[in-house]
């Protein structure tokens, strides 16, 4: 008898012990410990997946405690894909992943950042380096690929602002192995996987924080006063043969004479921008219980003033064994963000602030007179960096939350396990925009007055305030079994799927700068209320065989309906098949010299049908 413990000295539960070369087995129960007929001359063979196996030798004793080391390979030998779990020497699809440490490499605020350059075959790139930006992820250049988090679809505004952190794995689909995702596969599949906590783990806190300072990498300098004036001159000879700038007139700017001294709007772009992160997260579990808990914090600012972005994220896995056959598990996963923006003219707040690095005359300056209580009327007012703590503002906060519950039930059939999944899924959206009015000034020598000669003078306030609702059930039957060298597996699901999102607009036109509520009737400009309501449903079946871990076969299909199509074509079957051959595994590659260098070689081809919903007739 003994104890079986891991490199962290927890318990291992269901372990196989057996007496070498004879049929004496047994299991080790949830703390552990077993029991087991032996001679003193007998050896121990310890197995667990995960693990490398052991043998130990009696030698007369009675008590043998054993330390199961983990195996190298036991990170890269569970794949996760459609539905269920791989070992990837069984995987006869295109499927790559990766790891919560890779994900964590890089400091950046949103998950497809992080993906930048992790994953051959994808492409992710960000349009700009605005706080909080996500970058558009594609596979194979395909288009935007669905997300599955945790089993639930979700979309790329709930993937991207996922807590690197709290990712346990990322599985990205690629060819027919998305198939199963039917109507929403045809650019791919994403699937991420949270992570869990450990039956009789201890408790175990982590803390990950950091600080940074972000520049800009590579940005275009604008000409400076004199460069600028002098190509004016140069460009009007060229053209007309004369200019309106004179000899004298392009000397005194290039030499920056009083009244000709320019200005460098660059000085507006700060060095650097900080970004931070704190996350505390903590781990572990009892003999039936097992926890994840983690809390982090993300803050990033512009290299322009007043512009911020800042998300709160919580995620909470449990998971509990209820007697010998069932299992419960419960996931929340929530978010607050918030995106503080310039009230800025035009209809996109951040990009105004990059276009006045160009647009901004070097001959104008951004105020009158150099008197910084008076913004100056140049060029264009809605870029003059001057006036931009007196636009107003443009603030957008988020606040998601989304359960899942997991239910599993091992039947009294050997290998048979029912699942059975429900999640609720919440997002409240408030956005408020308020571009107030302002003057610009220009500076009179002669009475040394400051002429109001431009602003701002026409307001806008508006107000979206909207939620939406997702609601996802899912039934699902698994079979495994293993029969000499024959192993198959079986799986079996129905999928259901509705989704409300409503959004409320008004938009008004204030009177005054002093009050941001929308407030009167006659300021009103506009009145919007939208409701989408959206509802899939779908049949999934998979059933796997493999002869020996040599010869590998795949076969399934997806009946998916959608409601973008109308009653008559709203139901499409997407069937797929893969097969593989391990040929390392082949006897003429079974030498010393070969195995050394080839250690896991495959052929696999898959051919499978997917969809798109867009072609669809909804919105």
């Avoid at 991420?192 to 590579?218: A, P």
């Avoid at 035009?346 to 008076?374: H, I, K, S, V």
């Avoid at 399934?556 to 499409?572: I, L, N, T």
Wanted: neutral net charge; charged residues 20%; proline residues 3%.
């Amino acid at each position: 008898h003994g104890v079986v413990t891991d490199d962290e000295g927890g318990f291992v539960p269901a372990v196989t012990v057996t007496v070498k070369n004879k049929s004496a087995k047994t299991a080790t129960d949830a703390n552990g410990r077993y029991s087991i007929a032996a001679t003193g001359d007998d050896i121990l063979v310890f197995n667990y997946v995960g693990f490398n196996p052991q043998e130990v030798r009696v030698n007369n004793r009675t008590a043998i405690n054993v330390k199961l080391k983990a195996s190298a390979e036991s990170l890269t030998e569970v794949v996760v894909v459609g539905y269920g779990e791989q070992r990837r020497t069984s995987v006869t699809g295109s499927i790559a992943t990766v790891n919560s440490k890779e994900l964590t490499e890089t400091p950046v605020p949103t998950v497809s950042q992080a993906l930048i350059g992790k994953v051959a075959g994808i492409t992710s790139r960000a349009n700009d380096g605005r706080p909080g930006a996500e970058a558009r992820l594609q596979i194979r250049n395909l288009g935007d690929p669905l997300y599955v988090i945790d089993g639930v679809p979700s979309g790329a505004q709930q993937f991207n602002n996922l807590n690197s952190e709290d990712i346990e794995s990322l599985s990205v689909l690629k060819d027919a192995a998305a198939a199963i995702y039917g109507l929403r596969a045809s650019n791919g599949v994403v699937l991420v996987l949270t992570k869990k906590g450990g039956l009789n783990k201890e408790n175990r806190i982590n803390v990950n924080s950091y600080y940074g300072l972000q520049s800009l990498f590579r940005f275009p300098k604008a000409a400076s006063a004199g460069d600028y004036v002098r190509a004016l001159a140069e460009a009007d000879i060229n053209q007309n043969g004369t200019s309106v700038w004179t000899r004298e007139e392009v000397g005194k700017w290039q030499q920056g004479a009083p009244g000709y001294e320019g200005f460098d709007w660059s000085s507006y772009i700060k060095d650097y921008a900080p970004q931070s992160y704190i996350n505390i997260n903590t781990t572990g579990g009892s003999q039936k219980t097992s926890y994840y808990l983690s809390l982090a914090r993300t803050d990033q600012d512009a290299v322009f003033d007043g512009y911020n972005f800042n998300r709160t994220n919580l995620q909470s896995n449990i998971e509990t064994r209820i007697g010998q056959r069932i299992k419960a598990g419960i996931k929340i996963n929530g978010k607050l963000e918030n995106r503080d923006l310039r009230g800025l003219p035009g209809e996109d707040d951040y990009f105004q602030a990059l276009l006045g690095q160009f647009r901004n005359l070097p001959t104008e300056g951004p105020y009158a007179n150099n008197n910084p209580n008076y913004p100056a009327t140049n060029n264009n007012f809605a870029t003059n960096y001057a006036t931009f703590d007196y636009s107003g503002y443009n603030k957008t906060e988020r606040r998601t939350l989304q359960t899942t519950f997991d239910l599993e039930y091992k039947l009294p059939v050997k290998g048979l396990v029912l699942n059975g999944m429900y999640s609720f899924f919440y997002n409240n959206l408030l956005g408020n925009v308020y571009e107030k009015t302002y003057k610009t000034y220009t500076y009179n020598s002669s009475t040394g007055n400051y002429d109001v000669t431009g602003g701002q003078q026409n307001p806008f306030r508006s107000r979206d305030n909207g939620y939406i609702i997702d609601n996802v059930l899912r039934l699902q039957l698994n079979y495994s079994g293993t029969f000499g060298k024959h192993n198959v597996s079986a799986m079996a699901a129905m999928e259901s799927q509705d989704r409300t999102d409503k959004l409320f607009f008004v938009r008004s036109q204030p009177v005054s700068n002093e009050i941001d509520i929308i407030n009167f009737f006659n300021e009103l400009q506009a009145v919007s209320d939208r409701v989408n309501e959206e509802a899939r449903a779908g049949f999934i079946f998979r059933a796997n065989y493999d002869f020996d871990s040599k010869y590998l076969l795949e076969i399934g299909g997806r009946y998916d309906g959608s409601w973008r199509f109308p009653k008559g074509h709203r139901w499409g079957l997407f069937p797929f098949i893969s097969g593989g051959w391990r040929i390392s595994k082949a006897g003429f590659l079974q030498g010393e010299g070969i195995k050394k260098v080839i250690t896991d070689l495959k052929l696999r081809a898959s051919y499978g049908e997917t969809g798109s919903e867009d072609n669809g007739v909804g919105p």
